[in-house]
Antibody, heavy 118, light 109 residues
Framework: EVQLLESGGGLARPGGSLRLSCAAS????????MSWVRQAPGRGLEWVSGISPSGDRTDYADSVKGRFTIFRDSSKNTLNLQMNRLTIEDTAVYFC???????????WGQGTLVAVSS | SYVLTQPPSVSVAPGKTATITCGGDDIGTKSVHWYQQKPGQAPVLVIYADTIRPSGIPERFSGSNSGNTATLTFSRVEAGDEADYYCQVWDRVSDHLYVFGPGTTVTVL
């Protein structure tokens, strides 16, 4: 059974940093692309960042480029998101998602809440 | 960047058929995926690659895609189908490579 379990969310000040992690199990982690998708309170889904199976390619939404860094550790089956220079607009539930056929997301974690507030 | 449009809300009576549209420029040339999200829960993939149901998704759910509109349809609507539904595509030139529609809230009357 595929499981994705996020951690690392919490309260941060504007300009601060947080690191999110996603522990993956139930599939061959190193053969699938992974992404982070966020959802601000009462809003829709927004793709944030993605990484290739080998980790050699990373992509970011313009809204986080230069501030967020995605990376993966295949020895620990873990996906990570380093978030720096946080702003109030980064407040959201952050989901870890496994890439499926045709760039869909076939499995999602339960999400971790990031709240940025002074 | 590539933009997807969805109606904000759809209401349907139990036992009837619900239809949700997803509009985008020449979306028929893209692969469209649909997600169901219930309050407080993670999204669940219900249709991928326009028409394919993942394992465990009822046959009541179906999808189509042509021209500038993709459609998610689910028949014999049940109370448990109340949720937000999002369409999604991949667009290599967009500022968000994975583009989501704004979502449609389905209410079962």
């Amino acid at each position: 059974e595929v499981q994705l379990l996020e951690s690392g969310g919490g309260l941060a000040r504007p300009g601060g940093s947080l690191r999110l992690s996603c522990a993956a199990s139930g599939f061959t982690f190193e053969t699938y692309g992974m992404s982070w998708v966020r959802q601000a309170p009462g809003r829709g889904l927004e793709w944030v960042s993605g990484i290739s199976p080998s980790g050699d390619r990373t992509d970011y939404a313009d809204s986080v480029k230069g501030r967020f860094t995605i990376f993966r550790d295949s020895s620990k089956n873990t996906l990570n998101l380093q978030m720096n220079r946080l702003t109030i607009e980064d407040t959201a539930v952050y989901f870890c998602a496994k890439e499926g056929w045709n760039e869909s997301f076939d499995y999602w974690g339960q999400g971790t809440l990031v709240a940025v507030s002074s | 960047s590539y933009v997807l449009t969805q109606p904000p809300s759809v209401s349907v009576a139990p036992g009837k058929t619900a239809t949700i549209t997803c509009g985008g420029d020449d979306i028929g040339t893209k692969s469209v995926h649909w997600y169901q999200q219930k309050p407080g829960q993670a999204p669940v993939l219900v249709i991928y690659a326009d028409t394919i149901r993942p394992s465990g998704i009822p046959e009541r759910f179906s999808g189509s895609n042509s021209g500038n509109t993709a459609t998610l349809t689910f028949s014999r609507v049940e109370a448990g189908d109340e949720a937000d539904y999002y369409c999604q595509v991949w667009d290599r030139v967009s500022d968000h490579l994975y583009v989501f529609g704004p979502g449609t809230t389905v209410t079962v009357l």
